[in-house]
């Protein structure tokens, strides 16, 4: 087999690839180019095409490397997937109709029945690290909905082992691994300065993720989550009742101080892959409650 001039495909296809030449002319375009480089004559060449269509993995890994670059697909890794929010942007992901591969890495068991659900599962967040650098292909998005409560946690130092050093941990982790857009659940009112130790936190590791340096970094700051809980504080409970109940009256009366999960997990994915097919500039973006509302109800299309 005669050596592949890559840079002819690419040179090749992205000449044809205009919006009159559908992907499938593209490609091709790009396998008679290989085929002719064996030097075959028009038999070997038609048999080659049908080898092509029937078997594509095994044909010329070079024009397998050409094609994703020009056509890469979407995928993601998300960690804090079990809890009320997490859970319901994993069940966001999986419903999105072009079926893109995601790995969950969590505590408890996970949905079953999608084939593009990879579950990674371990109680020891120590490997979680780990876990996340192994994944091949390397995921384009990672989300992080990870973090815990004073109450669960045990104490403040508990809390912020979990809330901040593993997220800033697994973040780098990420970004070391190639991940270029990523994605963190933060809080509204959050401030490294502020005096309440919860938006502090918040706080801190929003600026510390900034600095990681990916080349989409999504900050999603929602209101209080409505949603249902399985356990939740009473004041928090009284406050979510109040909010589904003016929520069901007007959706104008809660949107500025609280989110229907289902909102803010589409806003994050709909966040997500708009950096990931490059629809937004390359930096940090920090969606407020407002643009939260946008992405998640008013702009959301189904199979985002």
């Known amino acids: 087999m005669a050596s592949c001039d890559c840079q002819m495909v690419r040179r090749q296809i992205l000449i044809a690839e205009d919006p009159d030449c559908n992907s499938t002319i593209i490609e091709t375009c790009a396998w008679l180019h290989l085929i002719n480089e064996f030097g075959g004559n028009q038999i070997n060449i038609f048999w080659h095409i049908i080898f092509i269509t029937a078997f594509p993995s095994q044909f010329h890994p070079e024009l397998q490397q050409v094609m994703a670059e020009l056509h890469p697909s979407v995928s993601a890794a998300i960690v804090g997937c079990t809890g009320l929010l997490g859970s319901q942007i994993l069940t966001t992901w999986l419903k999105l109709p072009s079926s893109p591969s995601i790995y969950a890495i969590?505590?408890?068991?996970?949905?079953?029945?999608?084939?593009?659900?990879?579950?990674?599962?371990?109680?020891?967040?120590?490997?979680?690290?780990?876990?996340?650098?192994?994944?091949?292909?390397?995921?384009?998005?990672?989300?992080?909905?990870?973090?815990?409560?004073?109450?669960?946690?045990?104490?403040?130092?508990?809390?912020?082992?979990?809330?901040?050093?593993?997220?800033?941990?697994?973040?780098?982790?990420?970004?070391?691994?190639?991940?270029?857009?990523?994605?963190?659940?933060?809080?509204?009112g959050t401030s490294a300065n502020s005096m309440l130790p919860y938006s502090r936190l918040k706080g801190e590791l929003d600026q510390a993720v900034k600095e990681v340096g990916f080349k989409y970094t999504v900050i999603l700051r929602p209101g209080l989550l409505v949603g249902r809980r399985e356990k939740s504080r009473y004041a928090e409970g009284v406050l979510r009742?109040?909010?589904?109940?003016?929520?069901?009256?007007?959706?104008?009366?809660t949107d500025f101080w609280?989110?229907?999960?289902?909102?803010?997990?589409?806003?994050?994915?709909?966040?997500?892959?708009?950096?990931?097919?490059?629809?937004?500039?390359?930096?940090?973006?920090?969606?407020?409650?407002?643009?939260?509302?946008?992405?998640?109800?008013?702009?959301?299309?189904?199979?985002?």
């Open 258 to 304: 609280a989110q229907d999960i289902d909102t803010i997990a589409k806003a994050a994915v709909s966040a997500a892959l708009l950096c990931a097919r490059g629809e937004r500039p390359e930096g940090v973006w920090v969606v407020e409650q407002k643009n939260i509302i946008r992405l998640g109800r008013t702009e959301w299309k189904e199979g985002a």
């Open 106 to 188: 969590a505590r408890r068991a996970l949905p079953t029945g999608y084939a593009n659900l990879h579950p990674k599962i371990s109680n020891d967040n120590k490997q979680w690290s780990g876990y996340l650098s192994s994944i091949q292909p390397r995921p384009s998005i990672f989300f992080s909905s990870l973090g815990t409560s004073v109450a669960d946690a045990g104490s403040l130092a508990a809390q912020r082992a979990v809330d901040y050093d593993l997220n800033l941990e697994l973040a780098r982790t990420a970004k070391e691994a190639g991940v270029e857009t990523y994605v963190l659940i933060s809080s509204a």
């Open 241 to 253: 009742f109040v909010a589904r109940w003016m929520g069901s009256v007007s959706k104008s009366l």
